[in-house]
C-alpha cells in the first residue's frame, strides 16, 4: 500500500514538472516577443533551457514510475 502511495507522489511530482515546463515556455518564451527590459535572444534562450529542463525531469519521474 506504500509503495502505491509513493508511485501515485511521484507521478504527480512527475506531472508538476510538466506543468512547469509548460509554464516556462509561454511567459518566458513567447514573452521575448513582447517588449521587455532583458534583450529578447537572452530571454528565449533562457525560457528554452528552463523549458527542457523541466519537461525532461518530468518525464523522467513518469517513466520511472510506470515501471
Do not use: H, Y
Request: glycine share 12%; hydrophobic share 55%.
Amino acid at each position: 500500500m506504500a509503495k502505491r502511495n509513493w508511485k501515485q507522489v511521484k507521478t504527480a511530482i512527475g506531472n508538476l514538472f510538466l506543468d512547469m515546463g509548460k509554464l516556462a515556455f509561454g511567459s518566458l518564451i513567447l514573452g521575448s516577443i513582447l517588449r521587455g527590459g532583458w534583450d529578447p535572444f537572452q530571454t528565449f534562450i533562457f525560457g528554452a533551457v528552463f523549458a527542457i529542463l523541466f519537461f525532461s525531469i518530468g518525464i523522467l519521474f513518469i517513466a520511472i514510475n510506470k515501471e
